[in-house]
């Protein structure tokens, strides 16, 4: 699916495009499967801190089968991982020649003062699109994620239509975005919401494209203010925990959604993906996470994060 922005007047809009597979520098690859099969064959025992978690759900996508789930169409509120859906509409913008990885963007005066996770970016200050991208993944920076929302739409206002269409164009019928970033709206409108199921079909369509994966799976990365290197950690720590397995994708949290993770994994290239909403506190979360990553892979013979493959074999 690609997006194509059309203008008319100060107007702007998409609608569904032709792929095209080797356009402006991404590299587009379609999964195995057509559809996710959404029809659960679930291993209870790969979770035992279940009680932790508001929601979620474990897929396995090389073999397009669902293994866990907690209400998987509840909806929460999502926080950070609303920049999922920003930047693949960024990548697609890229794709389709709106822009490209290079392309120069100022930094508006109201960026500076979005809040939150910042990468803290000054009014007037020039970065390319990657930069912005990787400031938006790996650091969650919200001021960068907010600049290439305006640049690429006009603002922030019409950006979210744009995110909420496409929501409706893959099938998120639960999903509703009122800003780009996922910071909380302080009663101007609704927090940011979606549900496992719906996160699914995001994160599924994001890992088409490497180059998401390229910047989620470092565990830090920099920019430059001027001469001067800002440097910065992903969010994510499983990335740098378990490097050799764990390879995305994207944090979130706010006081109303809890600590939420959309954590992608490729151990022996047998990929899977963790969704996780609403825990408590950063350090449960992600101990539920390897946990349930580490008990999946070992139950499906290719042993736990981080052991050496050499201890183990697919069944």
Same mark, same amino acid.
């Given at each position: 699916?690609?997006?194509?922005?059309?203008?008319?007047?100060?107007?702007?809009?998409?609608?569904?495009?032709?792929?095209?597979?080797?356009?402006?520098?991404?590299?587009?690859?379609?999964?195995?499967?057509?559809?996710?099969?959404?029809?659960?064959?679930?291993?209870?025992?790969?979770?035992?801190?279940?009680?932790?978690?508001?929601?979620?759900?474990?897929?396995?996508?090389?073999?397009?089968?669902?293994?866990?789930?907690?209400?998987?169409?509840?909806?929460?509120?999502?926080?950070?991982?609303?920049?999922?859906?920003?930047?693949?509409?960024?990548?697609?913008?890229?794709?389709?020649?709106?822009?490209?990885?290079?392309?120069?963007?100022?930094?508006?005066?109201?960026?500076?003062?979005?809040?939150?996770?910042?990468?803290?970016?000054?009014?007037?200050?020039?970065?390319?699109?990657?930069?912005?991208?990787?400031?938006?993944?790996?650091?969650?920076?919200?001021?960068?994620?907010?600049?290439?929302?305006?640049?690429?739409?006009?603002?922030?206002?019409?950006?979210?239509?744009?995110?909420?269409?496409?929501?409706?164009?893959?099938?998120?019928?639960?999903?509703?975005?009122?800003? +780009?970033?996922?910071?909380?709206?302080?009663?101007? &409108?609704? /927090?940011? *919401? !979606?549900?496992?199921?719906?996160?699914? =079909?995001?994160?599924?369509?994001?890992?088409?494209?490497?180059?998401?994966?390229?910047?989620? +799976?470092?565990?830090?990365?920099?920019?430059?203010? &001027?001469? /001067?290197? *800002? !440097?910065?950690?992903?969010?994510?720590? =499983?990335?740098?925990?378990?490097?050799?397995?764990?390879?995305?994708?994207?944090?979130?949290?706010?006081?109303?959604?809890?600590?939420?993770?959309?954590?992608?994994?490729?151990?022996?290239?047998?990929?899977?993906?963790?969704?996780?909403?609403?825990?408590?506190?950063?350090?449960?979360?992600?101990?539920?996470?390897?946990?349930?990553?580490?008990?999946?892979?070992?139950?499906?013979?290719?042993?736990?994060?981080?052991?050496?493959?050499?201890?183990?074999?697919?069944?």
């Amino acid at each position: 699916m690609s997006l194509i922005f059309l203008n008319t007047g100060s107007f702007s809009f998409y609608k569904k495009a032709a792929s095209n597979n080797n356009s402006n520098n991404v590299t587009y690859i379609e999964p195995d499967y057509s559809t996710i099969n959404f029809n659960p064959d679930t291993i209870p025992s790969i979770v035992s801190q279940e009680s932790f978690i508001k929601a979620g759900l474990l897929f396995d996508m090389s073999k397009n089968q669902l293994v866990w789930l907690k209400g998987i169409n509840n909806r929460c509120d999502i926080a950070s991982l609303s920049k999922m859906m920003t930047i693949l509409i960024v990548i697609e913008c890229i794709r389709l020649g709106k822009y490209n990885w290079e392309s120069l963007v100022k930094i508006p005066r109201d960026a500076v003062y979005v809040g939150g996770s910042s990468v803290y970016l000054r009014e007037g200050e020039v970065f390319t699109v990657r930069d912005l991208v990787k400031s938006s993944l790996i650091a969650s920076g919200n001021d960068a994620c907010y600049t290439l929302a305006v640049y690429t739409a006009g603002n922030e206002k019409l950006f979210a239509r744009i995110m909420n269409w496409q929501a409706e164009e893959l099938g998120m019928d639960s999903t509703y975005y009122t800003n +780009s970033t996922g910071m909380p709206t302080f009663g101007r &409108g609704a /927090d940011n *919401f !979606s549900t496992p199921h719906d996160l699914l =079909l995001l994160a599924n369509e994001l890992l088409k494209y490497k180059e998401v994966l390229a910047y989620t +799976s470092e565990s830090e990365d920099y920019i430059y203010h &001027g001469l /001067d290197k *800002f !440097s910065f950690e992903n969010h994510n720590t =499983l990335v740098g925990n378990y490097k050799n397995d764990v390879d995305g994708l994207k944090t979130g949290f706010t006081p109303g959604a809890g600590f939420c993770l959309v954590a992608t994994a490729n151990r022996a290239n047998h990929r899977i993906i963790n969704i996780i909403l609403g825990v408590k506190n950063s350090g449960k979360r992600d101990e539920i996470v390897a946990e349930m990553m580490s008990n999946y892979y070992n139950h499906i013979g290719l042993g736990k994060l981080g052991e050496p493959l050499a201890k183990s074999s697919e069944k």
